[in-house]
């Protein structure tokens, strides 16, 4: 069941033949106005028809706990070969709202200048920054959840975007100008026990489109990671989102693995 003695409550479901996690998520609660949660883990053993049965009685069991617990909005990523998963989840009455290509690319240590307007965060670019993270999103698996809102959606980016620029959820943010002012960012941050670093969000404001300043400022990221001594990147993005991938795979970044993410409603 629900675990209390922590801030994040978390649930733990055994069976002899599977194990299932789950745990409420603090900032989505907070940010839909509905108790969210996410299943982080469900694992079975056994032949394909098996591990799927094992993984409904989990999430039979999953869903009764996240009732009891006042859970509303229960969301799931799984790996787009995991078959069992997949087909337990919709079975579960779970539905697929989002699907991510993640990308890696190998750093070379010796990367060139961050390219020409581009620099590190600074407290004057954070109004722009907010503006850029509130209305430049559309693939984001929160505006494609039939859930939420699209201006709860909006908000959601725009706090994130707020987190990553003070430290909260990224180490870095990189901006690119144009006319003299933000006009497009990278949220990066750096898995120094991985050796990884992670590009979290990149956005580009609207009316600065079509400039390449998301090339900028991803080149930019990864001249940071380099600085910072990191020897990979990695970044993901919506399979929709092919303008995106096109530019990842033109800076040398490669696939590596995608995954789909469900959604249940209780």
């Not at 055994?14 to 409420?24: D, M």
């Not at 999953?62 to 799931?76: F, M, P, Q, T």
């Not at 190998?106 to 581009?118: E, F, K, R, S």
């Not at 040398?252 to 249940?264: C, D, E, N, V, W």
């Amino acid at each position: 069941m629900f675990a209390t003695d922590t801030p994040t409550l978390a649930l733990r479901i055994e069976s002899p033949a599977g194990l299932a996690e789950c745990r409420r998520l603090e900032w989505d609660t907070e940010q839909f106005g509905i108790e969210a949660a996410r299943l982080d883990l469900l694992e079975a053993s056994g032949s394909y028809a098996e591990a799927r049965r094992n993984k409904q009685k989990l999430l039979s069991s999953v869903l009764h706990e996240c009732r009891a617990a006042g859970v509303r909005h229960l969301s799931a990523r799984v790996g787009a070969e995991e078959f069992s998963s997949i087909h337990a989840l919709e079975e579960a009455g779970f539905e697929l709202i989002d699907g991510i290509q993640t990308f890696r690319l190998v750093l070379n240590g010796g990367a060139a200048a961050a390219p020409p307007g581009t620099r590190l965060f600074e407290p004057r670019d954070l109004e722009d920054i907010l503006e850029i993270g509130r209305t430049a999103f559309v693939f984001d698996r929160f505006h494609a959840d039939p859930a939420l809102a699209a201006p709860v959606a909006d908000r959601v980016n725009e706090a994130w975007t707020r987190n990553c620029c003070l430290g909260v959820a990224a180490d870095a943010v990189v901006v690119a100008e144009a006319e003299q002012r933000a006009a497009g960012y990278v949220a990066c941050r750096a898995d120094r026990d991985a050796g990884r670093g992670i590009i979290i969000l990149v956005a580009t404001a609207v009316w600065a489109r079509g400039r390449g300043l998301a090339r900028r400022a991803t080149s930019a990221a990864l001249h940071w990671f380099t600085g910072q001594g990191l020897r990979t990147a990695e970044v993901g993005t919506q399979l929709r989102n092919i303008p995106a991938a096109r530019l990842y795979e033109s800076l040398g970044f490669r696939l590596t693995r995608t995954s789909l993410t469900f959604r249940k409603i209780l």
